[in-house]
């Protein structure tokens, strides 16, 4: 743990590496569960405008039961999003923040607190002025790997659901595309790749 990414994976290729590996394995998993669950509400959503749209129309044969049907699919999918996915998720992720901090905190005791002694006479090193000793190095390590740890897996999993929810969306687009008048020549990708382009143009 010398070096910054070394530091980083030092917990995953450790004795507690299965504790590791499943706990972030499951993070992935529910991360990429919430962003498909993201495409289904944009699908209830639709439907639901629709049964909106088409509440009067004489071909509407139960205009009530599919309005009904379409607000209470979507009701079901944003609480199975945000108390099912979201909700587990944010459990396995503070526990895997909790243990890979409780490990990293081991190592630097055990450093720190060696047969030398290190850590004694650095917290009590009658020193004054700029060269004396800081006080409570522990503490000040500890805060350090709680901040780190804490980043480190709020940007992992914020990378990861963007990846997810890019593939997500973008096959769905692909599935429901069509053909666009006047982009004849990109075929059934039409309106995909208008979709891909308003993407590009409006996300920076």
């Keep these: 743990m010398r070096r910054f990414w070394g530091l980083m994976r030092a917990y995953w290729f450790s004795e507690r590496w299965r504790e590791a590996w499943s706990l972030t394995l499951m993070v992935v998993l529910l991360t990429a569960l919430a962003s498909k669950a993201s495409v289904w509400m944009a699908e209830a959503s639709g439907d639901l405008v629709n049964a909106i749209a088409s509440y009067h129309r004489p071909d509407n044969e139960a205009p009530f039961a599919y309005l009904l049907t379409s607000a209470g699919t979507l009701f079901l999918l944003v609480l ?107 075929g059934t990708y039409g309106s995909a790749v208008l979709a891909f382009a308003a993407v590009v143009a409006y996300v920076p």
């Design 80 to 186: 199975l999003k945000d108390a099912g996915f979201t909700g587990v998720r944010h459990l396995f992720s503070t526990t895997l923040h909790r243990k890979w901090r409780a490990w990293l905190d081991r190592q630097f005791n055990d450093a720190l607190l060696d047969a030398n002694h290190t850590h004694f006479h650095v917290q009590h090193d009658p020193g004054e002025g700029p060269a004396a000793a800081p006080d409570n190095v522990d503490q000040r390590v500890q805060e350090a790997i709680k901040g780190m740890t804490g980043g480190a897996i709020g940007l992992a999993m914020g990378i990861i659901g963007v990846i997810t929810a890019v593939f997500f969306v973008g096959q769905k687009l692909l599935e429901t595309s069509t053909v666009v008048d006047g982009l004849e020549f990109l």
